[in-house]
């Protein structure tokens, strides 16, 4: 049994903000938490991704709220993921032992079950003794709410507040402190303790959760991701880094929907102390389109199938919609509505306000996300599940109003806010969806209006290659007005636009290596040169990174790609995981995780393996 011991009164974390990249994540494929290495529980939001928080003192270590627990005294800390599953263990070393916690979201089959947002925190002492300290601080609604405190039983916390009530149980006892929990226990060697956040709704009376309940449910846990990974067909020299991303691809599904967020997170800043702070908790077409495109790639047709389910329902929504039948971004469950708000309370993460929630973009014209869909279509079409059709009832109507809108200025892949452009990307991903649809309607032998999308097809090839092209610059540029470069089309030999080898391309790629590459990290762009409406820096953009390493291998420069690929290794964090963006001494900045990033580090290893495989196929 645990012994209790008294509260150890230790307040509320340090003032000094944990690297972005000092976290592990969790989830139950509906929302997600970010566990720090110390053992606090810094990010939480529930019953969705974009619900309110709970606990964000990754955005305000004083009032955004926390979960800690944590050894008494001063430990050594480590991290890792239960082998092939999103059970996060955190371990402490100590003079007199060594203990860990095992933080988990269970996912049940179970119809009584589903609805229940559970996180499980086991505590257990491995070796020796060990003494920890527990606060529970939770802060509603963005620190926006007060919350009232039940502790009738201390082993049994409720905190209510007017939009949320949640039970916090233990099989060590809580104490008071003013509107929170705390408490000190210790562990001796094998002993465990168990503690559980469950929401409570319906009027339901909270549960207890015993150390044997914890345990089954860790079996359960452990068992449902092991089981979903091993669906995986990639066998290539980095399974291990390949598969943790396609585990965080999964952690960032929400199941109901078959909808994937951009990121678990809201305003962790591409710039420290700047603006450029942006709410992630949304599915955008683009991200979503391109991670059923790396999930494809290892075999996990399931996504792709409710991801397609889900496209389908806002595409009836928008029929007829004079601005695109589709939004960029969507809510988790198809809502087309994000509005976007400051929360001047909360000080943003080591002071870099604002901090948003919501997302002004989403009214943004963004023609790229055309192709990008009708790639993910044409590849789970061939891969997956055949196009039904109903499904190529909607893929012709998208393909029509491509064919009318292409030519228009857009606010591009980047989301500017400083006006529409020309985009090179936007008019590449456009020839993308018609081509895509029209190898759809040969290999299935479907109806289209084959000579007109043959035509507009050909005529933004045209367009690129006369306009995109500088010559002054020796590349194609990021947009018609101007000579600058983007990495974002590192996508063109990627998508079959362009051979890999054609003297233009080869042209571009290494003018794109001289100006925007920094060791193996590559800029988006140059802000100074191509103003976007935001002031500040921002660091070198992770999938443009895994983007180059693509480029340069399909270009013949193999070595040069691997060595770029086992750099880009260097700057995940100590769980293989990424954000957004590499700052300029290697600290992760941005949301985080990031789908954006994994799903170009899965297309990048499994298009190196084959690079690198390719002498040995030719003997």
């Known amino acids: 049994m645990a012994r209790s011991d008294s509260f150890a009164g230790s307040g509320v974390i340090s003032g000094a903000y944990p690297p972005i990249a000092d976290h592990g994540l969790i989830g139950d494929l509906r929302t997600a938490a970010l566990v720090g290495s110390d053992g606090t529980v810094n990010w939480y939001c529930t019953p969705r991704f974009d619900s309110p928080s709970v606990f964000a003192a990754i955005l305000d270590h004083s009032d955004g709220g926390h979960w800690l627990i944590g050894p008494s005294l001063w430990a050594r800390s480590s991290q890792f993921y239960f082998p092939d599953t999103n059970v996060l263990i955190t371990r402490f070393f100590t003079p007199g032992g060594v203990g860990e916690i095992q933080d988990f979201m269970p996912i049940s089959r179970s119809a009584r079950e589903v609805e229940r947002h559970r996180l499980i925190r086991r505590v257990v002492c491995a070796r020796g003794e060990m003494r920890f300290d527990v606060e529970a601080v939770p802060r509603f609604d963005y620190g926006r709410e007060r919350h009232e405190l039940h502790l009738d039983d201390p082993r049994m916390a409720v905190f209510e507040a007017p939009s949320l009530s949640l039970a916090l149980s233990a099989t060590v006892p809580l104490v008071r402190a003013q509107d929170d929990v705390g408490g000190s226990f210790t562990l001796a060697e094998g002993e465990a303790a168990t503690f559980e956040?469950?929401?409570?709704?319906?009027?339901a009376e909270p549960r207890p959760c015993s150390n044997e309940e914890s345990?089954?449910?860790f079996e359960e846990t452990v068992d449902f991701w092991r089981r979903w990974l091993a669906q995986s067909r990639y066998r290539g020299r980095w399974r291990e880094t390949v598969n943790r991303s396609a585990l965080v691809l999964k952690l960032l599904t929400y199941n109901p929907t078959g909808a994937l967020v951009a990121a678990p997170t809201t305003s962790l800043p591409e710039q420290l102390g700047g603006e450029r702070n942006w709410d992630?908790?949304?599915?955008?077409?683009r991200d979503a389109a391109f991670s059923v495109y790396a999930l494809l790639r290892l075999g996990f047709t399931e996504e792709?199938?409710?991801?397609?389910?889900?496209?389908?329902?806002?595409?009836r929504e928008r029929r007829g919609h004079a601005d695109g039948p589709l939004q960029i971004m969507y809510t988790v469950d198809g809502a087309p509505e994000m509005p976007e708000e400051e929360l001047p309370h909360l000080e943003g993460y080591a002071g870099s306000a604002p901090v948003r929630v919501g997302n002004g973009a989403s009214d943004q014209l963004q023609l790229d996300i055309y192709g990008e869909m009708l790639d993910s279509i044409y590849l789970s079409d061939r891969h997956g599940q055949p196009i039904t059709a109903a499904g190529w009832d909607d893929v012709s109507r998208v393909v029509d109003w491509v064919c009318e809108n292409w030519d228009r200025a857009d606010e591009g892949i980047w989301e500017t806010r400083g006006g529409r452009k020309d985009f090179t990307y936007s008019r590449l991903m456009s020839w993308v969806g018609l081509d895509r649809a029209l190898r759809i309607s040969r290999h299935r032998?479907?109806?289209?209006?084959v000579e007109r999308w043959t035509t507009e097809?050909?005529?933004?090839?045209r367009q690129i290659m006369d306009r995109g092209w500088s010559e002054k610059r020796g590349a194609f540029v990021q947009h018609y007005q101007d000579d600058v470069l983007d990495a974002s089309?590192?996508?063109?030999?990627?998508?079959q636009f362009i051979a890999p080898a054609d003297p233009r391309w080869l042209s571009t790629l290494e003018a794109i290596g001289k100006d925007l590459v920094s060791d193996s990290l590559v800029f988006r762009y140059d802000p100074e040169a191509s103003p976007d409406g935001l002031r500040g820096e921002e660091g070198t953009f992770s999938i443009c990174s895994f983007w180059y390493v693509e480029a340069l291998a399909r270009a013949g420069h193999v070595e040069a790609a691997r060595l770029a690929f086992e750099k880009m290794l260097t700057y995940s964090n100590h769980?293989?995981?990424?954000s957004e963006e590499v700052g300029p001494t290697g600290e992760q900045l941005g949301n985080f995780p990031q789908a954006f990033t994994h799903l170009a580090l899965i297309s990048a290893a499994y298009n190196l393996d084959r690079a690198l495989d390719e002498p040995a196929r030719r003997v």
């Open 197 to 203: 956040l469950d929401q409570i709704s319906g009027g």
């Open 215 to 217: 345990a089954e449910l």
């Open 280 to 285: 992630y908790r949304f599915t955008w077409i």
């Open 304 to 315: 792709a199938q409710a991801f397609g389910g889900w496209l389908s329902d806002r595409f």
């Open 445 to 449: 032998g479907l109806p289209a209006a």
């Open 457 to 461: 097809r050909d005529a933004i090839y």
């Open 489 to 495: 089309l590192l996508m063109m030999p990627l998508t």
């Open 575 to 578: 769980l293989g995981l990424y």
